[in-house]
């Protein structure tokens, strides 16, 4: 059925929405974005701009203009590249957001159809309905039983009845359908809104800083406040030494500039904007940054099965007459079984968004050679209530007569239902029999009352058990895959549902789900104490006739077991639980709006199999972040070193590096950590590998160690070429270029050696992952031009080098990396012994 027929809305034409758009313009809030200035803003607070645009100002008062202009130029590139890191973040961000904005429903030509909220003009008959929240102002012309939350305007929580009646007959943009279906005239759009007018937007990703953005903030604070302390140090010891302030700057700025970790943050961003963009590509929509930072850490999944783990394609398999006490198919079906089908058909929705209410209005269409529910219109109704939950509807035609339907979980109809012992067990019977099959069951009753003065709760009438209308919905193809997927990554699922025990199981053995005979109903749960669920929530794995108290009661108690909970939802009442859960997850298709809005995940196919990819996608960010880090980390520690000890020593050289080298290798390390690594395919054993703990921090000495090492031994690397240059009597300037060399040799062996601290390098040379070759062929291709055009050679005070003292270095450099291949080799051993 739809809108239209019942109510004889044909909506705006194509033509009219155009007039409408042109006159009122689009329904949103223009707000003006100053991308540029704050990018430019942001930059001239990074220490490394300050410290560039510092030394660059030493070189022109010393008269060294050469170097200040290279000064100047490296600092239009690190904006350069900052912009374009800023830009790629940005633009990803906002491809998600475009993703997130809410559709609605609005009647035109004489159709429903679904467009973007933005769409919605003045004059649009829209349908707002349970879960969605308000998409514009307007004025209700039809509505069933309809509440708004409108805490928004009011600060006030408590839901507020409306109707078409003047009083009652106002919605609002952004307040919150708690119940029924209404449809409604657009009154106001956009700016004009009442919500517009007061400047709150709705349209907005959140993004606030996560645990490792804090570490990652702390560690850089740390640094920059360590090269400060250098910073003078040196000064004073060079100045001390040579009395020329110019120069004992230079030096001093020199080592602060290669303190200074400044690619980390960049890296960080990048990673997590990225990799939130890979996400949205894959169909998972990421709404909140922190969300890519946890999907590797997680360790429970819990799944609804209605639609995540069955197709949602519910039809009308079975129908159990209470009269007759048989079970047959709808086709089958004698007029007894066809009464059935109509009270239930009453019973749901005259205008069906539920599954179960379209197969029931489907089936009502079949079974009857003619139509009523045009002669009928609803007079009352009771929502979806009570411990087990049952709906009833009131109908009434013109002539008065009345039809009181209800329908529910059979436990809810048996008990407002006058039974004598035989008809339960003959309804119990039933049930077990449908539900071992893996049907969804229903219980159908009808009623009687006078007057309308009706009662305040649905349970006070009095009804008659017709009987079951069971429902068939059957398991995706590829679920069975998608739970191995999971136990594989040692992630424990467990189902939690408002079925019944018998049916869930059943569909349960049917997916080869683990622990399908572990099963806990509602009622079970009510009666545990804090401590008994948390024992229990950890062994059982299918919680049944679930209400959404119980559902928050499930995660608070995995919590409690410290774990990471990933949890689906799609209804209004699992709005708590997917907000009170590590990571949220809503389904796209099937999901409320307020579903949609508290998750931090969206599954825009409603496909749990996207899960997989999502957590096999938030390891490999956090893997490849982790290499990044580390990367950045150990190549830092052989600049600084080399800089520093030199200078303290007092050695023959003591300014072996300048500021124009420092930001040169800073140059190439950027790129390195934030392009190559970002790029880099998911390891082949991620996905066997446990998940890891949320506790877990780059910055700890177990995770330092590893960058450390590797750091000192390319450090004694450098130095021993520093040392041996010096003993073979070699000028400063082959000296220096032989460290240099040293370094990128280095640097271009830990990029590839560091790809993974478990396979070999040749292993990892057969990754797919062009931008390695670009980077490292764009690296080595700038070190030669250096080397080999006189003009470079001279600008960085170089000198030609012999073929021993080139190979020297490149082995020197390379051999302080490739060791720990031999470390990566003793762990794949370690491996197979286990």
Known sequence: MSA?????????????????????????VIREAHYFLTTVKGLFKDPMLLLLLVASSLYFISGEVGNGVFM???IFLVIGISWYQESRSRNALAALKSLTQPTSKVIRDGATVEIRREEIVVGDFMIVEEGSSVPADGVIVHSNDFSVNESILTGESMPVSKNKEENHNEVF?????????????????????????????LESIDEEDTPLQKQIGNFVKKMAYVGAAVFFIVWGIYYFRSHQVLSSLLKALTLAMSILPEEIPVAFTTFMALGAWRLMKL?????????????????????????????????????????????????????????????????????????????????????????????????????????????????????????????????????????????????????????????????????????????????????????????????????????????????????????NAATTSTIARQIGFKGAEKTMNGEELLKLSEEELNVNVMKVTIFTRMFPDAKLRILNALKANH????????????????????????????????????????????????????????????SNLKKAIQYIISIHIPIILTVFIPLVLGWIYP??????????????????????????????NTMQQQPRPVTDTFFSMKELGTSIIQGLVITAGTLFIYQYSVRQGYSEEVTRTMIFLTLIAANVSLTLVNRSF?????????????????????????????????????????????????????????????????????????????
């Open 4 to 28: 239209t027929s019942d109510h004889g809305i044909k909506g705006l034409t194509s033509s009219q929405v155009s007039e409408a758009r042109a006159l009122h313009g689009r329904n949103e």
């Open 283 to 499: 169909g998972i929509i990421v709404k909140h940054t922190k969300t890519v930072e946890t999907l590797g850490s997680a360790t429970v999944i819990c799944t609804d099965k209605t639609g995540t783990i069955t197709e949602n394609r519910m039809s009308l398999a079975r129908l159990f007459e209470l009269a007759t006490n048989k079970i047959i198919t709808p086709e089958k079906a004698t007029s007894e079984e066809k009464e059935l089908i109509t009270v239930a058909m009453w019973a749901s929705e005259p205008i069906p968004f539920d599954p179960m209410e379209i197969a029931l209005h489907e089936a009502y269409g079949k079974s009857t050679a003619t139509d009523s529910r045009p002669e009928y219109h609803m007079v009352h109704e009771y929502p979806l209530g009570g411990r087990p939950p049952m709906m009833t509807h009131v109908f009434e035609n013109a002539a008065g007569h009345r039809i009181i339907a209800a329908k529910g979980a059979p436990e809810a109809m048996m008990q407002v239902a006058h039974l004598n012992e035989e008809e339960k067990r003959n309804i119990l019977s039933a049930i077990q029999t449908l539900a071992e099959e893996g049907f969804r069951v229903l219980g159908v009753g009808i009623s009687t009352f006078a007057g309308n003065d009706f009662p305040v709760n649905q349970q006070q009438l009095t009804f008659r058990f017709m009987g079951l209308v069971a429902f068939y919905d059957p398991p995706k193809k590829n679920i069975a895959r998608v739970f191995d997927s999971f136990y594989k990554a040692g992630i424990a699922v467990k189902i939690i549902t408002g079925d």
């Open 173 to 201: 943009q952004g307040t919150t359908v708690t119940g029924g279906l209404a449809i409604c005239e657009v009154k106001a759009i956009g700016a004009a809104t009442s919500l517009g007018k007061i400047g709150k937007s």
């Open 758 to 834: 478990y396979y070999s390098i040749l292993t990892t040379l057969g990754y797919k992952n062009n931008l390695v070759l670009f980077i490292t062929g764009t690296t080595i291709g700038l070190t030669t031009l250096l080397l080999l055009i006189p003009a470079f050679t001279r600008f960085f005070k170089f000198d030609v080098m012999d073929a021993f003292q080139l190979m020297l270095s490149i082995g020197i450099g390379c051999a302080s990396v490739i060791w720990f291949e031999l470390v990566k080799a003793g762990k794949r051993r370690a491996t197979l012994h286990v």
């Open 72 to 74: 100047i130029s490296a």
């Open 655 to 684: 300014g072996i590096f300048t500021p124009v080298h420092v930001i040169f290798l800073e140059l190439i390390m950027g790129p390195t950590c934030s392009i190559i690594y970002e790029n880099e395919p998911m390891e082949k």
């Open 563 to 622: 774990q990471i909970v990933a949890m689906t939802g799609d209804g209004v009442n699992d709005g708590p639980a997917l907000k009170a859960a590590h990571i949220g997850i809503a389904m796209g298709k099937k999901g409320s709006e307020i579903a949609k809005e508290v998750s931090s995940l969206i599954l825009s196919d409603d496909d749990l199999a996207k899960m997989v990819d999502a957590v096999a996608m938030g390891r490999r960010i956090y």
